[in-house]
């Protein structure tokens, strides 16, 4: 079974706009209205417009901002503001970036992936909500393509897929060189050498790919495929309603990122830093950590997360930070005795699951320890990727304590999602994001 193919891209003219810096975009689920804003005034052709257009008043089920949307796509195409390209290609993809002061790059390619309903060898790790899947639900259904891929992970330890496409553009030039929102650099080649998109799609036969970001987006694409098999049960194997338009990634390669998503406690009604160390006490090793009273939180941030980093793969390690850490510069290592309690905590899971620092400190630290239980989190539990903002926020009194962690690994990701499970919520958070706007396809 084919489950890759290249694909006609749609891409912006860089004759008719004015920069394609201009009229990229992030992913539409981490666009603020603020961001939103400021990208409309970017460009009127930038690509927000159509994947995450404003609603206005007197909207309604004729004319809103999906219909907008589809009839801005029209127009771009029809005005050469987009071309689709006349041959089928894969498109490799360089993102340049840095990550904790180290400068890093990540490779991948876009390309055409098989729908799999049943997800059998397309692998999810998180659960999906229906207000989002309804929301791109609407922009499909009036669009009919994929705006922005997904991103997917594939095994290959011996770097096979990367290497023939390296092979194959060698030094060449770049098609497209951009700088993105968050000011990593962007590159795309098109590569449509026939004989090396076969050598690449027949790599892909019988791996099993795992979902990093885009969840929504991809059951959207299902949704819509069975929508359509509900009017056209005839609808062929190699339609394009079948596929969706993804980035590949090798999720060996040295350039992804997975950042960790620290947890804030808020209106816990009786918090006390010592009552939590005294319930604490029956699981976990306590260490006073003297941070000092004046490093800012930058510099406490990362000195608590170069500590509990050391013990990565050893244990099960978190940083406590309390409100009073400011006053007496006392924070705590909370290290885990016996990762076995986890067996009677959460039984209904299974054993990679429960060693996964966001469910040691889910299940055991908030609920057992804190009393923030499964129906209490969204009352109680914020997140931030950002160490440096968790104390600093702690520090401001908005927050009653944060919890720092390690990231998540990329193999406890694929072990938990072979054992047929989804990582707890906010386990994971890839680094670098995909831009929005590089390459586009039609249905």
């Not at 692998?123 to 705006?147: G, I, Q, Y």
């Not at 496409?165 to 590159?187: A, C």
Request: overall charge positive; proline content about 5%; aromatic content about 8%.
């Amino acid at each position: 079974m084919t489950r890759i193919r290249p694909f006609k891209g749609i891409q912006f003219n860089a004759r008719k706009v004015d920069s394609l810096d201009r009229v990229m975009s992030p992913p539409y689920d981490i666009i603020a209205p603020e961001m939103q804003s400021q990208l409309y005034k970017k460009s009127d052709y930038n690509l927000v417009r159509v994947i995450l257009g404003k609603e206005e008043k007197g909207d309604n089920k004729r004319i809103n901002k999906y219909t907008r949307a589809a009839t801005l796509f029209e127009q771009w195409r029809r005005k050469g503001i987009l071309n689709q390209s006349k041959k089928s290609a894969v498109y490799p993809y360089q993102i340049k970036y840095e990550s904790d002061g180290e400068q890093r790059e990540l490779n991948g390619f876009f390309a055409l992936l098989k729908l799999d309903p049943s997800y059998s060898w397309i692998k999810a790790h998180e659960s999906t909500l229906s207000k989002p899947k309804l929301d791109r639900l609407n922009l499909t259904r009036t669009v009919n393509a994929n705006l922005e891929p997904i991103e997917v992970l594939y095994p290959d330890e011996k770097n096979k897929v990367d290497g023939i496409i390296k092979d194959s553009i060698g030094d060449s030039s770049p098609n497209i060189s951009v700088n993105g929102w968050d000011g990593f650099r962007h590159f795309l080649w098109n590569l449509e050498d026939e004989a090396v998109l076969e050598e690449i799609t027949k790599q892909f036969e019988d791996k099993i790919l795992f979902i990093a970001d885009g969840h929504h987006r991809y059951q959207t694409a299902i949704d819509f495929m069975q929508e359509t098999l509900s009017k056209n049960p005839r609808l062929p194997e190699d339609s394009p309603l079948r596929y969706r338009m993804a980035v590949l990634v090798n999720m060996q390669h040295p350039g992804l990122t997975i950042l960790p998503t620290h947890r804030l406690i808020h209106s816990v009604q009786g918090f006390e830093p010592k009552r939590l160390l005294t319930n604490v006490k029956p699981y976990f090793e306590i260490e006073k950590l003297r941070i000092g009273k004046n490093p800012d939180s930058k510099t406490k941030g990362e000195e608590l997360m170069r500590t509990i980093g050391e013990e990565k793969g050893r244990s099960k390690i978190f940083a406590f930070y309390p409100q009073t850490a400011r006053k007496d510069g006392l924070c705590y290592l909370l290290t885990l005795k016996d990762i076995s309690v986890m067996n009677e905590i959460e039984q209904g899971h299974s054993k990679v699951w429960r060693r996964l620092d966001a469910a040691v400190l889910h299940s055991l630290l908030l609920a057992q320890c804190l009393g923030i239980n499964k129906g209490r989190v969204e009352e109680h539990v914020a997140y931030t990727k950002s160490s440096e903002e968790a104390i600093s926020l702690v520090d401001e009194g908005k927050y009653q304590a944060a919890f720092l962690l390690n990231p998540t690994g990329i193999e406890e990701l694929k072990d938990v999602v072979l054992a047929n499970e989804l990582m707890p919520q906010k386990s994971t958070y890839f680094l670098p994001k995909l831009l929005s706007g590089l390459v586009m396809n039609s249905f």
